[in-house]
């Protein structure tokens, strides 16, 4: 039961920020956008070292592994995975006008929640892969640390749900609508995250590289997409103050609770 509403604790996250929608009106401050994509950024890199990568190294050394080689292996294939998906999977940025990905002949709309459900990949595989380790009982990661790196995810969650579904209500769509295609685009959380947990317990020695698979494929949506739409347009600092709050949250929240 614990472990299963630690899955949707993200999704939750992605589910109210969505419904924002229904108690904002027009488009979100420019500003406010820019802060919360650098809260969210600074989410996933702190989620990314504290809850991936330092739990990776140390299951290494538990195995008698080269320390770096897993972490080192499964950080770069976590990015080439994401690398595949965002050039294979139709999707538009936010203030973007050129699709990415393969062409296909779809709304504007529909590539805006692609490009959101593809971020929220890596999220879900990184709670999956950490209640595993939990559940495992590998390299000192408690069931308390995998629950908080769920809060962390479903914090940033929230500015994000009502990233993707304020503009799709600008776009003319229904404030239900908007909604609904909002909280969609978290579904893929917990699918993931309960696929996640499904492979490691098939291959436990893999957890290491899984870990850091996660967080590669982290990083890569951090550089790709958060970043560069924190920091577009009219230079800011917004952007990068919401980033080092978002990184103390979540390594605070990482420290204190795992």
């Given at each position: 039961m614990r472990l299963a509403m630690g899955l949707f604790i993200p999704f939750a996250g992605t589910a109210l920020g969505s419904a924002m929608v229904f108690f904002m009106r027009g488009k979100m401050n420019r500003r406010l956008e820019k802060m919360l994509l650098g809260f969210a950024a600074g989410v996933m890199i702190a989620a990314s070292v504290w809850s991936l990568l330092i739990?990776?190294?140390?299951?290494?050394?538990?195995?008698?592994?080269p320390a770096w080689f897993p972490a080192a292996?499964?950080?770069l294939g976590g990015m080439a995975f994401?690398?595949?998906?965002?050039?294979?999977?139709?999707?538009?940025?936010?203030?973007?006008?050129?699709?990415?990905?393969?062409e296909a002949h779809l709304k504007?709309?529909?590539?805006?929640?692609?490009?959101?459900?593809?971020?929220?990949?890596?999220?879900?595989?990184?709670?999956?892969?950490?209640?595993?380790?939990?559940l495992?009982?590998?390299?000192?990661?408690?069931?308390?640390?995998?629950?908080?790196?769920?809060?962390?995810?479903?914090?940033?969650?929230?500015?994000?749900?009502?990233?993707?579904?304020?503009?799709l209500r600008g776009e003319g769509m229904p404030r239900l609508r908007s909604f609904?295609?909002?909280?969609?685009?978290?579904?893929?959380?917990?699918?993931?995250?309960?696929?996640?947990?499904?492979?490691?317990?098939?291959?436990?020695?893999?957890?290491?590289?899984?870990?850091?698979?996660?967080?590669?494929?982290?990083i890569y949506v951090v550089v790709e997409e958060l970043i560069p739409e924190a920091q577009a347009g009219e230079h800011s600092n917004i952007g990068t103050i919401g980033a080092a709050i978002g990184f103390v949250v979540m390594m605070v929240l990482d420290v204190a609770l795992g």
């Open positions: 739990p990776a190294i140390d299951m290494s050394e538990e195995q008698g592994a292996a499964g950080f994401l690398l595949a998906l965002d050039s294979l999977i139709p999707h538009l940025h936010l203030e973007s006008a050129e699709p990415e990905g393969v504007k709309t529909t590539m805006l929640v692609l490009a959101v459900t593809l971020h929220n990949i890596p999220e879900g595989m990184s709670v999956g892969v950490t209640f595993a380790g939990a495992y009982g590998h390299a000192g990661i408690t069931m308390a640390g995998a629950l908080a790196l769920a809060v962390g995810i479903a914090i940033q969650n929230f500015p994000e749900g009502a990233i993707i579904s304020m503009p609904v295609y909002g909280a969609l685009s978290g579904v893929v959380e917990p699918v993931g995250a309960a696929a996640t947990i499904l492979l490691a317990s098939r291959i436990a020695a893999a957890l290491p590289y899984l870990l850091a698979f996660a967080a590669g494929a982290m």
